[in-house]
């Protein structure tokens, strides 16, 4: 049950994967241009670290997407 669930949304909600790499890519732009600014810096970091993660989670979901398709 679990696993078809993830299937579910793996497979049929592939742009999610693709919005959270995005949001990803852009908190990396963002925290790049903070890192500019003395006060904004450490929100610069944060801004790093969530869009990494948020571009790892997007990888994974279309590595997974992939990976399904091919198995079929």
Known sequence: MLKD???TLFQEYEWVHLSLGLLGN???FVGSVF?????L???GIYAFIVGSFLMLVGSLGQAVVRCESNDS
């Open 5 to 7: 669930a993830l299937q």
């Open 26 to 28: 852009v908190l990396f």
């Open 35 to 39: 890192f500019l600014y003395e006060p």
């Open 41 to 43: 810096k450490r929100l």
